[in-house]
């Protein structure tokens, strides 16, 4: 049996089981747990960037490098002076858990079985990707509700004694000044290699006709589409996301505005899983309809505040 078949038949096997009344529910099948956690990971645009760990608890301490080894050339004879790696406070990352419901009528035909746990399944892994990049990329942290479990990187210059570099723009436009100064604030402070910058579509439309305007037509589309753009901005990847807020300028004026974050992944914050999607069903013999709830154990924490410069309030209408 081909690989093709040989998960076509493992879903459609899972399919039945789900919605049959049998209470000995089996395990997930590979083929449908891998699918499922693969698509999590495609969609997920913070398990792109930022380094994801297992988590062997729901607890995990991770020391972050504060201070490096120092190279000497010392004197013939003479021994070179120690040096060692130098860590700060470590992170502290506590596994949360999110659900999610959802409901599946009968089907008579096998072929729609296939169809409709593939479609299930994507969806669930879709909305799981949706909330870790929320809580990544803007969470709140007061634990209000599925999305704001953590503080996100657009929220790193709230945390006590934050670091993080912060241009407030007050409604003008984004240009490619903006970003350079950004970059170069970055590198000054050591974070050279793989910056990234994630921007609402609506700030990246004015960043766009920046560079139309600056003679860049060929690139200003696809610099956004793509998202390579190393060789023009010093960053190694855009992220163009609405996952960052959009929000009133003020109470008092409803200019829609954005904040951009550009940042080094490596030293910005983790993030760890504490286990893999776990899906579980229960039975409505009665109304013939299954539930299928799936759930998944993840933390994050903004690691280095100093590796994050946000340029708020960018126009973003």
């Not at 949706?130 to 509700?145: A, M, T, W």
């Not at 990847?237 to 996952?243: E, L, M, P, R, W």
């Not at 992944?265 to 899983?273: E, N």
Request: net charge negative.
């Amino acid at each position: 049996m081909n690989t093709l078949a040989k998960a076509q038949s493992e879903y459609l096997a899972f399919g039945k089981a789900l919605l049959s009344s049998d209470a000995n529910f089996p395990e997930i099948p590979q083929a449908v747990s891998q699918d499922l956690f693969d698509l999590f990971i495609e969609e997920s645009i913070a398990a792109n960037i930022f380094r994801f760990v297992t988590m062997g608890s729901d607890t995990m301490k991770f020391y972050v490098k504060s201070g490096t080894l120092e190279v000497y050339a010392p004197a013939e004879g003479s021994p070179p002076t120690e040096s060692k790696l130098v860590f700060g406070q470590p992170v502290v990352l506590d596994a949360r858990e999110v659900r999610a419901l959802s409901r599946i009528s009968d089907v008579a035909e096998e072929e729609a079985v296939v169809d409709v746990v593939a479609l299930t399944i994507e969806d669930m892994a879709r909305k799981f990707a949706e909330v870790v990049d929320k809580n990544v990329i803007r969470g709140l942290g007061d634990g209000s509700d599925a999305y704001n479990l953590f503080t996100g990187i657009q929220r790193a210059d709230t945390i006590a004694g934050s670091a993080t570099g912060v241009a407030d723009l007050a409604k003008a436009p984004l240009k490619v000044e903006d970003i350079n100064a950004a970059v170069a604030t970055l590198e000054e402070l050591g974070y050279r290699d793989e910056l990234v910058m994630l921007i609402h579509p609506r700030a990246a439309m004015h960043l766009r006709n920046d560079l139309a305007a600056k003679g860049l037509e060929s690139i200003s589309g696809d610099v956004l589409r793509t998202g390579e753009v190393n060789a023009l901005l010093g960053l190694s990847k855009i992220y163009v996301t609405t996952h960052l807020e959009k929000r009133d300028y003020s109470a008092t004026d409803t200019t829609k505005v954005s904040d951009v974050v550009i940042c080094a992944p490596r030293d910005a914050g983790i993030g760890g899983y504490r286990r893999r999607l776990k899906v579980e069903k229960d039975r409505d013999v009665e109304a013939g309809i299954t539930k299928i709830a799936a759930s998944l154990r993840f933390a994050w924490k903004i690691a280095k505040t100093d590796a994050i410069y946000i340029i708020k309030n960018a126009l973003a209408q």
